[in-house]
């Protein structure tokens, strides 16, 4: 199923009620805006807007900066906040309660432990109070009629000397809600090379292994992160593209390595490494309204998430940063309807195929495409017709 079937168009209603993945998600880029206020007023924090309505405004604002650093730095007051096990525990619930009700049945949350030791939690400690989060808001969304899975993504901050600390986390809690490793932070100039060892360590104890890359740099980020990181997926991943020549009757499209989608009506020449990505089909964790706001891309028209799935790239959609991209699964799954031409059929591809990356059992993943996810859209479908 691809964009050329030409099937159905869904609307937002019917979007926000199909079946959800997300893989790539940020525990700290996701809180609830009037959250951010209550925790900042406790524990002395001070903000840039007094109301949830302009601090809403201003973490978008500021997040559309255009480039990488400067998104980053709206996480001081999301990190600031989330200090104590209550504080965690809180935000971790409401996430859960959030995503459910976008629909979403299966999610990872992924955060970097250290930045949350302020307050004198350890790294078990604080791991051990996003998972009661967790479980809390499982729960709640089960008491209210949406039933979601969700796991832990323990990250280490690529900027700081942790990251053995992380994995020797993950590792400890890899049967008590953790499904996987990721490093994340400041890309260019923190390859996955600044500590070579971790990386057998995390493959010999069997932990799933995701790495931003692809995002502020380019194809040496992301054959380091595929090729010594073992990366089972990769965080956006979408700079893949500048591997990519599209040609048009004898002119490449993309000569200049631009992220574009257009020229869809010639071929395409892959590089070594876009065909090992391809090849492997190795998911790549695409976030198209954070990838505009980091200059990754100009537009949702011309974002690669449409071309590189054509390619037939294990293509998933996400949200990164719900606060500061002021978005969700439905939000960034209308957008590609309207601007890029998506049908369901497009849906249902990166659904399932997040699905099929999704960090747990190769049983319990089909029974998710099949239980869950499939029926699902047959739903939709069918008020479309």
């Given at each position: ?37 209550e ?18 405004a ?71 109070a ?14 209210g ?12 901050m ?20 953790v499904?996987g490793?990721?490093?994340?932070g ?14 057998r ?24 992160a ?34 574009s ?26 976030c ?22 054509e ?24 957008l ?50």
């Amino acid at each position: 199923m691809t964009t050329q079937d030409h099937g159905a168009r869904p609307g937002e209603a019917l979007i926000r009620a199909l079946p959800k993945v997300v893989l790539h998600d940020h525990l700290d880029g996701g809180l609830r805006p009037q959250t951010v206020l209550e925790l900042a007023d406790a524990a002395g924090h001070e903000l840039p807007a007094a109301d949830a309505d302009s601090l809403a405004a201003w973490f978008r604002d500021a997040a559309d900066s255009g480039t990488l650093v400067r998104y980053l730095e709206t996480f001081e007051h999301t990190i600031a906040v989330m200090q104590t096990a209550d504080d965690l525990a809180r935000v971790a619930r409401e996430a859960v309660l959030d995503l459910a009700a976008d629909g979403v049945v299966y999610a990872e949350q992924r955060w970097a432990p250290e930045q949350h030791l302020r307050g004198g939690l350890s790294l078990g400690e604080a791991v051990e109070a996003v998972q009661a989060g967790i479980d809390d808001g499982i729960a709640a969304a089960a008491a209210g009629g949406h039933i979601i899975r969700v796991g832990q993504l323990v990250g280490a901050m690529r900027q700081a000397d942790r990251w053995q600390e992380v994995a020797d986390l993950a590792v400890t809690y890899r049967d008590r809600g953790v499904v996987g490793f990721d490093i994340a932070g400041p890309e260019d100039g923190f390859l996955p090379s600044r500590h070579l060892g971790i990386w057998r360590f995390l493959a010999e104890h069997d932990v799933p292994v995701t790495i931003h890359a692809g995002e502020a740099a380019g194809l040496d980020s992301i054959g380091q992160a595929v090729h010594l990181g073992q990366a089972d997926r990769l965080g956006h991943g979408a700079r893949i593209i500048d591997d990519i020549a599209f040609v048009s009757d004898g002119d490449h499209d993309s000569s200049d390595g631009a992220l574009s989608a257009d020229g869809r009506g010639g071929s395409a020449d892959l590089g070594r490494l876009a065909h090992w990505v391809r090849d492997h089909q190795i998911p790549l964790e695409l976030c198209p309204v954070s990838n505009l706001q980091t200059g990754v891309a100009e537009s949702i028209a011309t974002h690669p998430i449409t071309r590189l799935k054509e390619l037939d790239f294990a293509v998933t959609l996400n949200t990164d940063n719900r606060l500061m991209s002021r978005t969700s699964m439905t939000h960034e799954m209308k957008l590609l309807v309207d601007e890029a031409g998506w049908t369901i059929d497009d849906l249902v591809d990166v659904t399932v195929t997040a699905a099929w990356g999704a960090f747990m059992h190769h049983d319990e993943r089909r029974d998710l495409v099949d239980q869950v996810i499939m029926p699902g859209f047959q739903k939709v479908e069918g008020a479309l017709v």
